[in-house]
């Protein structure tokens, strides 16, 4: 990112048109090339056009770093999640809370966008670590002292020591922050220090990353990343190894980002993964309010032909309430589209009574939609009525993605499961 690029805007579901010169063959090259090797959609659909090419961007946010320049992806205005609460509703879908003030850095204002709430987030859960003191572990040390400390180092003794016989190689296990939580943390540091343009937050790191160990490789540290674990002595270390991963291109969290192998500077975020995520995590929090609990285990509904298979239908979620019938559950399905104003397409009825028919109590043939709301919150219901009666009922609900993920949106959501099951709507 220390190169000069040329800062093109667009929003998602929107087009602009490009020249060769602003999406050159050798980007075009590479996107085709990293969708065939991820089996994924770039983060925008392009196609040649008069001008040279016209490039839309699909429901993504965040930063794309091509050869000549740097497309800036905005969430729409009016549409889904709000730009100043994306980070809120990304720490909730993932689990890691907000603990400093990073939404005082504006979207529209800000060159670096999303990616630079992301390196903000990083130095400042590394400030906080620092502040508490750096997690020590025993780590294997070669030591050279009067006396032995752990283990005799023969060879180091028989061939080092020059006559001094009162000096005695060991090899011995000491204390030290040299472990790999802290590696990465560094690792992260320094990246945010050589490539962000904003000099304030470059200089924080470079600061920072004084008091941390050494750096481990970047692909060494997006490798234990992806594979870390935690426990109690641990856990404090995870607000800030989820930042690092958004930026050393360590896949994200659980495929939230389409990020994976793209150019260094790139981070993007799959807005309907997102909505997907945070739809899952307001389900399971208003099901327990219910007394209920999302299922972990989906159970798909398959479909068989006589000479092929088709992929199974499954919900974004199934939860069961305590008066819900065993074997049952209610469908929840996440939407992230515009349907304040308007109704769901055939397509995704007929998804939705796939899902009726397949999972809920025949008695309580319902399902809920929970879909964006950035103008307050909404509830509608869809009847669905055949020959011999009702087919299905499914309940839209509207979430104000004007405010934070949190009691609200949950009670609404609760409130919801609480009509498709037959009780009381509550205050």
Same mark, same amino acid.
């Given at each position: 990112?220390?190169?000069?690029?040329?800062?093109?805007?667009?929003?998602?579901?929107?087009?602009?048109?490009?020249? =060769? @010169?602003?999406?050159?063959?050798?980007?075009?090259?590479?996107?085709?090339?990293?969708?065939?090797?991820?089996?994924?959609?770039?983060?925008?659909?392009?196609?040649?056009?008069?001008? %040279?090419?016209?490039?839309?961007?699909?429901?993504?946010?965040?930063?794309?770093?091509? =050869?000549?320049?740097?497309?800036?992806?905005?969430?729409?205005?009016?549409?889904?999640?709000?730009?100043?609460?994306?980070?809120?509703?990304?720490?909730?879908?993932?689990?890691?809370?907000?603990?400093?003030?990073?939404?005082?850095?504006?979207?529209?204002?800000?060159?670096?966008?999303?990616?630079?709430?992301?390196?903000?987030?990083?130095?400042?859960?590394?400030?906080?670590?620092?502040?508490?003191?750096?997690?020590?572990?025993?780590?294997?040390?070669?030591?050279?002292?009067?006396?032995?400390?752990?283990?005799?180092?023969?060879?180091?003794?028989?061939?080092?020591?020059? %006559?001094?016989?009162?000096?005695?190689?060991?090899?011995?296990?000491?204390?030290?922050?040299?472990?790999?939580?802290?590696?990465?943390?560094?690792?992260?540091?320094?990246?945010?220090?050589?490539?962000?343009?904003?000099?304030?937050?470059?200089?924080?790191?470079?600061?920072?990353?004084?008091?941390?160990?050494?750096?481990?490789?970047?692909?060494?540290?997006?490798?234990?990343?992806?594979?870390?674990?935690?426990?109690?002595?641990?856990?404090?270390? @995870?607000?800030?190894?989820?930042?690092?991963?958004?930026?050393?291109?360590?896949?994200?969290? =659980? @495929?939230?980002?389409?990020?994976? %192998?793209?150019?260094?500077?790139?981070?993007?975020?799959?807005?309907?993964?997102?909505?997907?995520?945070?739809?899952?995590?307001?389900?399971?929090?208003?099901?327990?309010?219910?007394?209920?609990?999302?299922?972990?285990?989906?159970?798909?509904? @398959?479909?068989?032909?006589?000479?092929?298979?088709?992929?199974?239908?499954?919900?974004?979620?199934?939860?069961?309430?305590?008066?819900?019938?065993?074997?049952?559950?209610?469908?929840?399905?996440?939407?992230?589209?515009?349907?304040?104003?308007?109704?769901?397409?055939?397509?995704?009825?007929?998804?939705?009574?796939?899902?009726?028919?397949?999972?809920?109590?025949?008695?309580?043939?319902?399902?809920?939609?929970?879909?964006?709301?950035?103008?307050?919150?909404?509830?509608?219901?869809?009847?669905?009525?055949?020959?011999?009666?009702?087919?299905?009922?499914?309940?839209?609900?509207?979430?104000?993605?004007? =405010?934070?993920?949190?009691?609200?949106?949950?009670?609404?959501?609760?409130?919801?499961?609480?009509?498709?099951?037959?009780?009381?709507?509550?205050?």
């Amino acid at each position: 990112m220390s190169r000069a690029l040329e800062n093109i805007e667009i929003c998602e579901h929107e087009s602009r048109d490009l020249t =060769e @010169q602003q999406l050159t063959p050798a980007d075009v090259t590479f996107l085709r090339k990293w969708e065939e090797k991820t089996k994924r959609a770039a983060p925008i659909r392009y196609r040649e056009s008069r001008k %040279g090419w016209l490039v839309t961007a699909r429901a993504r946010a965040g930063i794309l770093a091509l =050869e000549r320049t740097r497309l800036i992806l905005r969430p729409k205005a009016g549409f889904g999640v709000r730009p100043d609460r994306l980070l809120d509703w990304l720490s909730y879908a993932v689990g890691v809370p907000i603990r400093h003030p990073l939404t005082e850095r504006d979207w529209h204002t800000s060159e670096l966008g999303y990616a630079g709430i992301v390196a903000a987030g990083l130095v400042e859960e590394c400030r906080l670590l620092l502040r508490g003191g750096l997690r020590r572990g025993y780590v294997p040390r070669a030591v050279v002292e009067s006396r032995i400390h752990g283990r005799l180092d023969v060879m180091a003794q028989v061939t080092r020591r020059y %006559g001094q016989v009162d000096r005695i190689h060991s090899r011995s296990f000491v204390r030290d922050p040299d472990i790999w939580e802290n590696q990465v943390c560094a690792s992260a540091l320094r990246y945010v220090a050589r490539s962000t343009p904003d000099k304030r937050l470059g200089r924080d790191a470079a600061d920072m990353l004084w008091h941390f160990p050494r750096a481990a490789p970047m692909a060494e540290a997006a490798r234990r990343l992806t594979v870390a674990r935690y426990d109690p002595l641990n856990a404090h270390y @995870q607000p800030a190894h989820t930042w690092a991963r958004l930026l050393l291109n360590g896949g994200g969290v =659980e @495929q939230l980002l389409t990020d994976q %192998g793209l150019p260094n500077g790139s981070i993007v975020i799959n807005m309907d993964v997102l909505w997907e995520k945070a739809v899952r995590q307001l389900s399971a929090d208003a099901a327990l309010a219910l007394g209920g609990h999302r299922m972990h285990a989906l159970p798909p509904i @398959q479909v068989n032909y006589d000479v092929t298979t088709h992929p199974p239908f499954r919900p974004d979620v199934l939860v069961t309430l305590p008066s819900t019938r065993a074997g049952t559950a209610i469908p929840i399905d996440a939407k992230y589209k515009k349907l304040a104003h308007i109704g769901l397409g055939s397509a995704d009825v007929h998804q939705l009574l796939t899902y009726i028919a397949g999972h809920c109590d025949p008695d309580k043939a319902h399902a809920v939609v929970v879909y964006p709301a950035p103008d307050g919150r909404i509830r509608r219901t869809i009847e669905i009525k055949g020959p011999f009666g009702v087919l299905g009922t499914i309940e839209l609900v509207g979430v104000d993605t004007r =405010e934070p993920p949190g009691e609200a949106a949950i009670e609404q959501l609760a409130n919801a499961l609480r009509r498709v099951n037959g009780g009381a709507t509550g205050p």
